[in-house]
Structures are given as C-alpha cells and as structure tokens.
C-alpha cells in the first residue's frame, strides 16, 4: 500500500501565485519598453541638440559682435571707398573711412578680418578677427543721390542637420554713415 504522506510540490495556497507573477513582470516590460520610447527623444535632445544649439549660440554671439563693430565704425565713418590701392571692395571686402582710419573687413576662410590699413604705430592693435565657420555674411553697399551712404549686411548661420541645410538667426541689418540713431554705443 502507497502511503500519501507527501506533501505536494506547490502549496496549493499559492498555486495560482507563479502565474500572476508572470503577469506581472510582463505589465512591467511593457510599461519599461513605453519609457524608453517617450524619453528616447529627450536623451536625443540632451545628447545632440544642446550641444549644437550651444555652438550655433556661441557663433552667433562672436557675429553679433562683428555688427556692433562695423555699426560702429559707419557711425564714425564718413565714405565708403570702392577701390583702396590695388584692392576693390566687393562680396568679401568693404572699406570704411573714417576721420582718422581707413577701415576693411575681409573675408577670409570661415574668418572676418578687420584690418586698419592707415594706422602704422602699433600694428598689434589694427587687427581684430572674428571666427563664424558657420556663418554667412553678405554685405551690399547701398547708395543715394549716386553716392555710397550705407551697408546692407544680411547674416545667418548655415548648418547642416539631420541631412538638411537650415538658416539659423536670419537678419539683416542697415547701417548709414555718420548715423547715430541709438546713442553713445560702448
């Protein structure tokens, strides 16, 4: 005779328990699985987006910059001289003269070199250069009366993102010769 004093293998307590713990890890999977989906983006835009929004910033800082410098010098500037020597102003030159400087800004490989060509004591001081490796300057010199009296100078920055050229900080800007419209600058 079979004695059946064993005591079965699962507690009959908890026999459904196994099962609804399956189900559970399940339910938490998927739960996981839509987690990562909805912050998959965020770490996209920690990872690639602030870091190029931070040098696109940066670059366009060092342009505004490059602005404020030629508004003042066309504040001071009394002509704009089309040809200096042997050089002609163009697409990558302009020439600014002033009381005491002739002034020009090159372009130069992703650069805007501002030289002053007249002043001889200290060539330390005559040169300043702005690097924008992304940015886009065009400078048109506007005229009336069938003289030169302002630049237009149209900027953005052009970047290459997720396989399409975009303009970032389109501007344009007018400045006239001798024109003091906002005050004293710094």
Known sequence: MIRSDHQPLIDPR???RRAYLLNEMVIVLA???????I??????????ELPSGLKDFNEYASLCHLLRQIEKDM???KQLPQTV???VAG???LFIQTDKDLICYEQKENKIIR?????QEDPNQSEAIWSVPHGVIQWNPRTMNEQLCAVEIQS???RKIEDRWEKRFANSHLFFLGANLRGDLP
């Open 115 to 119: 030289s002053i060509l007249t002043r």
């Open 91 to 93: 697409p990558a030159t």
């Open 31 to 37: 739960v996981m699985v839509l987690i990562m989906l």
């Open 156 to 158: 953005h920055l052009h």
């Open 14 to 16: 908890y026999a459904n």
């Open 85 to 87: 020597d042997d050089h």
């Open 39 to 48: 912050t998959a983006g965020l770490f996209h835009t920690l990872i690639h």
């Open 75 to 77: 504040q001071s500037g």
